[in-house]
């Protein structure tokens, strides 16, 4: 089959649509790939936006949650004096009605100057600054059981926490006054200190 030039001129307009077309459906592929891309990553930002909110939600539920666990706690805490500034009057008060009950029969104190204490191995704190004021004290002491009671009582009557390190005994000679009804028989040297817990947040 020939073509003339009459038919191509005839053909020409048909030939130019039919490209016009290609071209616009190509346009229209471009359009709607870009269209489908742009979507996808909405999609996916918003997925992964929501996850985020979950994520924030529940660690917000969480916290509630660890908040109406840990207030009663911290109450006490605070409470006991164990949150907060440091109470050294108090435990020299404390300390002198414990001397009054006659737990021993005598007993002698010293508080350092409050510091940062820092326990080996490290451990982790939170938002709390651990303070530690040292405290030794020497007994003059009829038995042994003299110093357990006196360590109960400081626990249960004196607010604040006091950890004890260690105490050294020492039998004391008294041969010729054996018989004396408030002989010392042993002498003690405890150490130990106060534990402060001040939040890093509080305001000053």
Request: hydrophobic share 40%; aromatic share 10%; charged share 20%.
């Amino acid at each position: 089959m020939r073509f003339s030039k009459s038919d191509f001129s005839l053909m020409r307009w048909s030939l130019a649509a039919i490209c016009a077309s290609a071209l616009l459906s190509s346009f229209i592929l471009y359009i709607s790939s870009q269209y489908s891309d742009h979507n996808e990553l909405n999609l996916r930002t918003a997925q992964r936006q929501l996850n985020d909110a979950r994520s924030r939600l529940t660690a917000a539920r969480q916290d509630q949650e660890n908040l109406s666990v840990y207030a009663t706690e911290y109450g006490a805490l605070e409470e006991q004096n164990i949150i907060g500034d440091e109470h050294r009057l108090d435990w020299i008060e404390g300390l002198e009605k414990l001397r009054r009950l006659n737990l021993a029969i005598d007993f002698r104190y010293n508080i350092a100057p409050q510091k940062i204490y820092a326990p080996q191995p490290a451990i982790d704190s939170g938002s709390f600054n651990i303070h530690y004021s040292e405290m030794k004290l020497q007994f003059d002491l009829l038995h042994e059981g003299q110093l357990l009671a006196f360590f109960a009582a400081l626990r249960s009557q004196i607010k604040g926490q006091y950890q004890l390190e260690g105490c050294t005994l020492q039998r004391n000679d008294i041969a010729e006054d054996a018989a004396a009804p408030m002989a010392t028989h042993i002498k003690a040297e405890c150490s130990g200190g106060w534990i402060t817990l001040k939040n890093r947040n509080a305001p000053q």
